[in-house]
């Protein structure tokens, strides 16, 4: 009985196999399927449902490798066993890889369809038998519906297991290249791109498709587009029916991100005057989020939200109720929309940080970049790096002995008026400005820099052609209303309810912000502030003002200092008016001296001495007590000016007593005019330099040294004064007998001019240089240099005692012991500089950070 039960069992099962074989070799004829249902039965009554389910499996497993997978990959062997050149002309080819794909996923395809249609007749095989045994159905049913997600677990094993490394890469290619034409067509029939200007979208119907896949195919465009999603969703859905689904979502998730990245580099370029932001918002609602969804509703993946939750916010951006041309977005639509929004923000913030350089050296015409890049920040929270990237590209291009102290300042204050923009608080612009404040005060001409911009309209450029937003002036007028003289941490003057509005629109200092400064004192602080703690004290800066508007004002022809005026009034409210006591009694010198010389003039008028020149002679009359330090030189005026001088002197000491007049003859400016045989030639000149030139009209010619003694001038200094007149082609200079001392003779006509033009413009580019240099009032260096020297003994006697000192050691010192008459009342940064000073004669050495005496 069991031997006819073997051979029962053997009978059914090589009836099954040669069934199972039919049905697989069919091509197409699922004829054998009914006779399966009787063999399957005796074989599920015998107990070996398990057995035959494993083989049937099996058996497809194999059909399926060497029939379909092995042809699919077949395909793309080509491309995947080339080089890298020779992928790259796959890639420029027109239909490549759509028909390679296409083609293949369609034979791949066809084969798993019909093979689960085999496999659907053992099931339905399986379900009669269980139908026929009602006490088996459980264990039996567990069988019958665990064939078809093993069979699909199988198919994706066998395809992943044998994918090709380069497979993802066709994948993304063919995205791209989808995408890109489908962008090309939203370009519109003409070629223009609507989203390539930087208008805003306000049409909705300008779309190339609707949110409905019947749209009616008249328009070409709109057709087109809509065939093109269908081949896409075809594509997509038969990747996914092979087991590709995350394979394929990465694919053309990344060909999204590329093309939006390239639209974003499209829409920023290197203008940096038009808004970005809001057209790349736009055109990722008209083209990626419409082909989404369209794409979506093809897959069948689009389902509207219409449950409370679709309410709910997103913690990087606020969910909208509908889109244009769409409706209500569906979940996995608006998880696109705020992830590509997050990527539009970072790609056009990491563009707008790597030049940030460039946009605030175009500020304030660059606005619209800085609150692209504020916006993007605000959504993204990536301070540090902008931070970080900044100041790298400050040292590297910035921070550097090629650049001048006035570019310096110029980007410095434009970077502070951008960040200030950015980052209201001031905490990325401390990070920010550190380093640019170090290295200014590293610079000796940072100070006169700083105040050549608050008192020059062109912002510092000697050229004039300054922007409006580099100089001071315009800050001073800013603060002209609301900057008062009073300290930053004075509450009296806030009542209660504005105290209390401010306590509600507190908000706490970013991580990043330095914790030992506080935030009110940070938020307080302004461009100017920031400016003058570069240099440390107010009054080093107020002693440079006031040395350059005493050079300024001797150096006046005329008495126009209106503009000094208005400038001064500012300075006075932002330093305080004592500071700037001495600035306005110079210039009340120059009104005093304006009316002095009318009531002057009017009396000489009356009396016989008219006609003598005095109509022609104005004075400058300074309190030499509130003025800087003034350079003096000897020099002998022609007695015919000198009388001039005396008259006025003496007229002055009759209207003035007891107050009298001490001429500086080497300060003021002369108006000339100089008659030759064929010309005539003015020049407005310094008095030396008249002194030098008036000589010739006793004497044509001239040797150093006797013209030296006669208008009482060293020699060398002749000599380096006479090449004025030479370069403009008025004297000529010959060597004497004597090879020190040169002859000048005066040159009449303009033949004898032009044969030494080479020359006289070598000398007019040195006496260029010399002016430069020459001062008639001492710089603030040298009055720091001259008061500081009756400090040098004690500096050198506490060194002799002590050894070695520190800065700061005898900073203290001399505080301490220096209290009588002058006392000491210097900055540190004084004291290093004078020290410097004497290191730089060498006096003192400095070694390891402290000082000691030279050996």
Not at 430 to 450: M, N, S
Request: proline letters at 4%.
């Amino acid at each position: 009985m069991q031997l006819d039960d073997a051979d029962g069992a053997l009978d059914s099962w090589a009836r099954f196999c040669a069934l199972s074989e039919e049905l697989f070799g069919g091509a197409g004829d699922l004829s054998a399927g009914p006779r399966l249902a009787p063999v399957v039965a005796d074989l599920c009554a015998r107990g070996l449902a398990a057995l035959l389910r494993d083989h049937f499996l099996r058996s497809l497993e194999g059909i399926f490798r060497s029939n379909a997978v092995e042809k699919f990959w077949q395909q793309f062997h080509p491309y995947c066993s080339s080089s890298a050149v020779e992928r790259i002309k796959f890639c420029v080819q027109e239909n490549w890889p759509e028909d390679v794909l296409c083609r293949a996923l369609e034979d791949i395809c066809l084969e798993k369809s019909y093979q689960e249609k085999c496999i659907l007749a053992l099931v339905h095989s399986l379900q009669s038998y269980e139908d026929r045994t009602p006490n088996r159905k459980s264990k039996s049913l567990d069988c019958s519906s665990s064939l078809m997600p093993r069979y699909q677990l199988m198919v994706s094993s066998v395809l992943l297991t044998t994918l090709p490394l380069s497979f993802p890469e066709i994948l993304n290619v063919y995205f791209k290249k989808k995408l890109e034409e489908l962008n090309i067509m939203m370009a519109g029939s003409d070629g223009n791109d609507p989203f390539g200007n930087h208008d805003l979208f306000e049409r909705s119907n300008t779309s190339a498709w609707q949110s409905q896949m019947d749209i009616d195919g008249q328009e070409p465009v709109i057709s087109e587009s809509i065939n093109l999603v269908k081949n896409i969703g075809k594509v997509v859905r038969d990747l996914r029916y092979l087991g590709f689904t995350s394979m394929t979502e990465d694919a053309y998730s990344s060909a999204i991100i590329w093309l939006l990245k390239s639209k974003v580099h499209e829409l920023a370029g290197d203008d940096y005057r038009i808004p970005v932001l809001g057209c790349v918002k736009k055109w990722i609602q008209a083209v990626p989020l419409k082909f989404l969804h369209a794409l979506l509703t093809y897959l069948g993946d689009s389902v509207n939200n219409e449950s409370g939750s679709s309410g709910l916010k997103s913690p990087l951006a606020s969910r909208p109720s509908s889109f244009p041309g769409i409706g209500v977005p569906s979940e996995a639509l608006v998880r696109w929309h705020m992830r590509l929004e997050y990527f539009a923000y970072e790609t056009l913030q990491d563009l707008r940080i790597g030049k940030l350089f460039e946009i605030i050296v175009d500020y304030p015409e660059s606005s619209p970049a800085i609150e692209d890049l504020k916006q993007c920040l605000e959504y993204t929270g990536q301070h540090s790096k902008l931070v970080d990237s900044f100041i790298s590209s400050l040292r590297y291009r910035l921070l550097t002995a090629g650049a001048s102290t006035n570019d310096i300042l110029h980007q410095y204050v434009s970077t502070i008026k951008a960040l200030r923009t950015i980052d209201p608080t001031g905490v990325f612009l401390e990070a920010v400005g550190e380093p640019i404040r170090d290295y200014l005060r590293g610079r000796k001409d940072t100070i006169k820099c700083i105040v050549t911009m608050l008192t020059d309209g062109s912002g510092g450029n000697t050229n004039g052609t300054g922007n409006a937003g580099d100089n001071l002036l315009e800050e001073l007028n800013r603060d002209a209303e609301n900057q008062e003289n009073v300290d930053y941490d004075d509450h009296t003057n806030i009542d209660e309810k504005q105290a209390w509005l401010n306590a509600e629109s507190w908000e706490p200092d970013p991580v990043e912000a330095d914790p030992l400064k506080g935030s009110r004192n940070r938020r307080k602080i302004d461009i100017l502030g920031l400016i003058v703690s570069i240099i440390g004290s107010k009054d080093q800066l107020v002693n440079e003002y006031r040395v350059m508007l005493a050079e300024k004002l001797l150096n006046k022809s005329d008495f126009d200092i209106d503009s000094d005026i208005r400038t001064l009034e500012l300075l006075k409210i932002h330093f305080g008016e004592s500071s700037m006591q001495k600035c306005e009694i110079m210039l009340n010198d120059l009104i005093d001296s304006k009316r002095t010389n009318s009531n002057i003039k009017t009396s000489l008028s009356r009396t016989s001495q008219i006609g003598t020149g005095h109509d022609v002679f104005d004075a400058t009359i300074i309190s030499s007590n509130f003025w800087p330090p003034i350079q003096t030189e000897d020099l002998t005026i022609p007695v015919s000016v000198d009388q001039l001088l005396s008259d006025y002197a003496k007229r002055f000491h009759q209207i003035k007593t007891p107050r009298k007049l001490l001429w500086k003859k080497n300060l003021g400016t002369v108006k000339l005019e100089l008659q030759f045989e064929d010309r005539s030639m003015q020049f407005t000149v310094a008095p030396v330099h008249a002194a030098i030139i008036m000589q010739f009209q006793e004497n044509r010619s001239w040797t150093s040294k006797t013209l030296a003694a006669a208008i009482g001038v060293p020699v060398d200094s002749l000599n380096r004064r006479i090449s004025f007149w030479t370069s403009k082609g008025v004297l000529t200079e010959s060597v004497g007998p004597d090879a020190d001392d040169h002859t000048f003779t005066v040159v009449d006509s303009t033949s004898d001019f032009s044969k030494n033009s080479t020359v006289n413009q070598l000398c007019e580019r040195f006496q260029m240089a010399e002016d430069e240099g020459e001062s008639s009032i001492a710089s603030v260096e040298e009055q720091l240099r001259k008061e500081m020297t009756v400090y040098e003994k004690f500096i050198i006697g506490m060194l002799t005692n002590f050894g070695s000192m520190t800065l700061d050691r005898i900073h203290n010192t001399l505080k301490m012991f220096c209290i009588a008459e002058p006392s000491y009342d210097k900055s540190l940064q004084q004291l290093q500089s004078f020290l410097s000073g004497l290191v730089s004669d060498e006096k003192l050495e400095m070694r390891d950070g402290s000082y000691l005496l030279r050996k």
